[in-house]
C-alpha cells in the first residue's frame, strides 16, 4: 500500500515548518506498514483528535476519524475500542487537550491498560488560541497568559505516566521523523496502552526546534533496558543539557477490553431497533 493513499484533499492551513507535519508524516507511513505488514485493513484503522493546531490531523489523513471534543480523544477512543476490538485507534491530543482539560481521561486509560495509542503533541502552549499556558509550559515561558513568564512548575508527562501503570512510554520530537516514525510503529503494534509525548516545535509560539536539536539523544541507542521501571524513571528526570527522546519503559500486561468483554464484539450484535427494545432489554 501507497502512503499516498492516505493523502486527504483537504487544505493544510498549519503554519510553514509546524512540528505538527513530522507527525502526519510519521502516522500516514506507519498506517501504510500496517496494512502492508497484514496488521489490519485501512478501514480498521481509527484516529481521534481533540480541538487545537494538532486537531486538524483528523482532517489531514484519509482514514477513519472522530474529530472530538477538547480534552476528548480518550474517551471517544475508549468507546470505540470497546465496541469493536478489532480496530486500530491512534488518539492525537495537544498538550493542553490530554494534560490540562483532558487529564482524568488519560490517567485512567494508562491505568486500565487500554488497548489504544496515545500521541501527544506536546508544543507546551495552547497553540490554536495564540499562545497561553498549558501543564507542560516551562518556567519563565511568557505566553499571552503569562506576559511576565511562566511561574508554575511544569509537568512531567513521563512521570505521570509510568506512575498511572502505562505499558508503553516514550517520547518522540518532531525535529527526528525517522525516529517518531519507528516509535509510532511500535506503539501501534503494542497490545495495550501506549503513550507518546512528542515534542513539537511551534514556529510561531514555541520555536523549540532549534533550543532542542542538539541536546536530543535516543535512549534506546545507550543501552537503556525498556522493562526496567526504575531506570525509565531516572531517564525521564533528564531534561537541561540532555534530552532523552525513545521508548522508555514497555512491558506486557492484560488489557482493560478483552477483561471487560471478553471475546464479546458489540460491533457484530445486532442493533436494538427502537427505544421499546432497549427498554425491554434493560426493564
Ligand atoms: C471545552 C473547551 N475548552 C476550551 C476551548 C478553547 N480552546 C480551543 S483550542 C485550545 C487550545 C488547544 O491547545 P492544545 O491542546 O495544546 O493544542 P494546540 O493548539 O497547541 O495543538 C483551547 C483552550 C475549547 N474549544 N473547548
Ligand atoms: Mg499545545
Given at each position: 500500500?501507497?502512503?499516498?493513499?492516505?493523502?486527504?484533499?483537504?487544505?493544510?492551513?498549519?503554519?510553514?515548518?509546524?512540528?505538527?507535519?513530522?507527525?502526519?508524516?510519521?502516522?500516514?507511513?506507519?498506517?501504510?506498514e500496517l496494512v502492508k505488514s497484514?496488521?489490519?485493513?485501512?478501514?480498521?484503522?481509527?484516529?481521534?483528535?481533540?480541538?487545537?493546531?494538532?486537531?486538524?490531523?483528523?482532517d489531514y489523513i484519509k482514514v477513519n476519524s472522530f474529530y472530538c471534543l477538547h480534552g476528548r480523544v480518550v474517551p471517544s477512543l475508549m468507546g470505540i475500542k470497546v465496541a469493536n476490538q478489532r480496530l486500530k485507534v491512534i488518539g492525537f491530543a495537544g498538550d493542553g487537550d490530554a494534560y490540562d482539560e483532558g487529564i482524568s481521561h488519560l490517567i485512567h486509560a494508562a491505568r486500565r491498560n487500554?488497548?489504544?495509542?496515545?500521541i501527544v503533541h506536546n508544543n507546551q502552549v495552547f497553540a490554536l488560541t495564540t499562545s497561553q499556558v498549558t501543564p507542560t509550559t516551562p518556567i519563565g515561558f511568557k505566553t499571552k497568559s503569562a506576559p511576565k513568564g511562566s511561574f508554575e512548575a511544569p509537568l512531567n508527562p513521563l512521570h505521570l505516566m509510568l506512575a498511572c501503570g502505562a505499558?508503553?512510554?516514550?517520547?518522540?520530537?518532531?525535529?527526528?521523523?525517522?525516529?517518531?516514525?519507528?516509535?509510532?510503529l511500535q506503539a501501534a503494534r503494542h497490545r495495550g496502552f501506549a503513550f507518546i509525548d512528542v515534542l513539537q516545535h511551534c514556529p510561531s509560539f514555541n520555536p523549540t526546534l532549534q533550543?532542542?536539536?542538539?541536546?536530543?539523544?535516543?535512549?534506546?541507542?545507550?543501552?537503556?533496558?525498556?522493562?526496567?521501571?526504575?531506570?525509565a524513571w531516572e531517564r525521564a528526570k533528564e531534561w537541561n543539557d540532555r534530552i532523552p527522546i525513545g521508548l522508555f519503559y514497555c512491558v506486557e500486561k492484560e488489557i482493560y477490553e478483552k477483561q471487560l468483554m471478553g471475546g464479546r464484539v458489540l460491533a457484530d450484535e445486532k442493533p436494538l431497533s427502537s427505544v421499546r427494545d432497549v427498554l425491554k432489554k434493560f426493564m
Amino acid at each position: 500500500m501507497d502512503v499516498r493513499e492516505f493523502d486527504s484533499p483537504t487544505k493544510n492551513t498549519w503554519c510553514p515548518g509546524c512540528g505538527n507535519f513530522s507527525i502526519l508524516t510519521a502516522a500516514k507511513h506507519v498506517m501504510a506498514e500496517l496494512v502492508k505488514s497484514g496488521d489490519v485493513k485501512p478501514e480498521q484503522i481509527v484516529i481521534s483528535s481533540g480541538i487545537g493546531c494538532h486537531g486538524k490531523i483528523s482532517d489531514y489523513i484519509k482514514v477513519n476519524s472522530f474529530y472530538c471534543l477538547h480534552g476528548r480523544v480518550v474517551p471517544s477512543l475508549m468507546g470505540i475500542k470497546v465496541a469493536n476490538q478489532r480496530l486500530k485507534v491512534i488518539g492525537f491530543a495537544g498538550d493542553g487537550d490530554a494534560y490540562d482539560e483532558g487529564i482524568s481521561h488519560l490517567i485512567h486509560a494508562a491505568r486500565r491498560n487500554l488497548d489504544i495509542t496515545i500521541i501527544v503533541h506536546n508544543n507546551q502552549v495552547f497553540a490554536l488560541t495564540t499562545s497561553q499556558v498549558t501543564p507542560t509550559t516551562p518556567i519563565g515561558f511568557k505566553t499571552k497568559s503569562a506576559p511576565k513568564g511562566s511561574f508554575e512548575a511544569p509537568l512531567n508527562p513521563l512521570h505521570l505516566m509510568l506512575a498511572c501503570g502505562a505499558t508503553f512510554v516514550a517520547r518522540g520530537f518532531t525535529g527526528d521523523m525517522q525516529h517518531l516514525r519507528a516509535l509510532i510503529l511500535q506503539a501501534a503494534r503494542h497490545r495495550g496502552f501506549a503513550f507518546i509525548d512528542v515534542l513539537q516545535h511551534c514556529p510561531s509560539f514555541n520555536p523549540t526546534l532549534q533550543k532542542f536539536k542538539p541536546k536530543v539523544y535516543d535512549i534506546n541507542k545507550e543501552g537503556h533496558n525498556v522493562q526496567d521501571f526504575a531506570a525509565a524513571w531516572e531517564r525521564a528526570k533528564e531534561w537541561n543539557d540532555r534530552i532523552p527522546i525513545g521508548l522508555f519503559y514497555c512491558v506486557e500486561k492484560e488489557i482493560y477490553e478483552k477483561q471487560l468483554m471478553g471475546g464479546r464484539v458489540l460491533a457484530d450484535e445486532k442493533p436494538l431497533s427502537s427505544v421499546r427494545d432497549v427498554l425491554k432489554k434493560f426493564m
